[in-house]
Structures are given as C-alpha cells and as structure tokens.
C-alpha cells in the first residue's frame, strides 16, 4: 500500500534563514509526488508536482523540492524564508491507476520576524 | 481563488440527521475529490468521480455516499450523522482522472454535528 510521511509536526524557522520540510513516500510503482501548502481557513493550494525528469522542482512562490529516489524523500526548501510562508505543509502522492492521492499527515511551518 | 465553489460554508446539525454538501468543480474540469479534513485523522481520501462516474474509493464511510451529476457539480451526502462525523470536508477538482493533475481545492464545508 503508498504512504507517505512527514516526520515532523512542527518546523520553526527565522525569516531569512533556509527552510526544510520533510516527505518521505513508500509506493510500489513510479511515484507521482505533490507539495500542497494550506493558510488558515482555506483550501489547500498545489505549489509543486514530481512526475518525470529533472530531480528539482520548481514551484510556487519560490518553493522547490528534491526527488530522492534512493531515498524515496520528496523534500520541500525554499533558501529565505518568509513570514508569509507559515502555513500547513501537506506531501502527497499517487501512484497512478488508483486514481486517488494519499496524503500526509502535515506539517506546520512557523516562520518568526 | 481556484475556481471550485463548496456551499454552504458551514453547517451545524443534530445526531441522527442528513446533510449535503455541494461542489462546483473549476471552469472545464471533470474530475471531483471529496477529503475530510479532522484534527486526530488529518486529510482522508473519500471518494473520485470523473465525468460522472465513480473512480476511486477510499475511506468514506457507508453512512456517506456522492455523486457527480451531468453538469458535473459533486454533492456528497452524510447520514445518520454522529458526533465523530464533525471535521472540514473539502472538495477539490482536476482537469482529467490522471494521477499526475495537480487538484485545485474548495474552500471546504465545516461540518459541526451536536
């Protein structure tokens, strides 16, 4: 069965500084990954998609993402920070054929001024 | 704003009663996801209709059921609700049924059962 996972709840970052949040993903076939990010009371929003091709991604409002395979982690990054950017970070991954998306757990970014 | 449209915003009832819950998926999209949203399960999978038809199941409930209509809106019904039901129910649509489509979410329906 695909899982994904996001080892930590809660990451907290200065402004400025790099930030890091973690996927790692266990699927039987080629993984199609997806970082989606959720402000209070809204819907989620697609920042970035993994299918084929170049392992670094670029997303939405500078965001980029690592595709590890040997590791099977799909790390998102950004290198500065923004207050703005706290949020609730979901991975998320299909597998295709299933015609479902899996999705993590999430984790919480705090950004501080 | 992504296009998709959930009514009502929210909605409180009582247990043991029906609700619907409504989705208008973006401009040109045929396929429509159902999530619920709670704070000790996170975001669960229910259902996936494309152009009509079922494609997908995940964890929906029997006491739940959905449908995608001709004009491709989505409602997804709860009954005999229970106290457990009460979390954020997002709907969310895709171009196509590909698992490479990025979806584009509604705002969700916060769903309060008392």
């Known amino acids: 069965a695909q899982s994904v996972a996001q080892p930590e709840d809660q990451v907290n970052v200065a402004e400025g500084n790099p930030l890091t949040v973690k996927c790692t993903y266990s699927?039987?076939?080629?993984?199609?990954l997806f970082w989606y990010v959720q402000y209070p009371n809204r819907g989620l929003q697609f920042l970035l998609k993994?299918?084929?091709?170049?392992?670094l991604v670029k997303g939405s409002y500078g965001f980029e993402a690592e595709f590890n395979k040997s590791q099977t982690s799909f790390h998102l990054k950004k290198p500065s920070a923004l207050v703005s950017d706290s949020a609730l970070y979901f991975c998320?991954?299909?597998?295709?054929?299933?015609?479902?998306?899996?999705f993590g757990a999430g984790t919480r970014l705090f950004v501080k001024a | 704003d992504s296009g998709v449209t959930q009514t009502p915003k929210h909605l409180i009832t009582a247990t043991g009663q029906r609700v619907t819950l409504r989705c208008s998926p973006r401009?040109?999209?045929?396929?429509v996801y159902w999530y619920q949203q709670s704070l000790d399960q996170g975001l669960q999978f229910l259902i996936h209709y494309y152009n009509g038809e079922e494609r997908a199941k995940g964890n929906i409930l029997e006491r739940f059921s959905a449908q995608q209509f001709p004009d491709l809106h989505s409602e997804l019904n709860l009954s005999s609700l229970e106290l457990g039901d009460s979390a954020l129910y997002f709907c969310?649509?895709?171009?196509?049924?590909?698992?490479?489509?990025?979806?584009?979410f509604g705002p969700g329906t916060r769903l309060t059962v008392l």
């Open positions: 969310a649509s895709s171009v196509e049924a590909s698992s490479y489509n990025e979806q584009f």
């Open positions: 993994y299918i084929t091709g170049d392992n």
């Open positions: 998320a991954v299909d597998t295709g054929g299933g015609f479902k998306t899996i």
């Open positions: 401009s040109g999209d045929l396929s």
């Open positions: 699927v039987s076939g080629n993984p199609y």
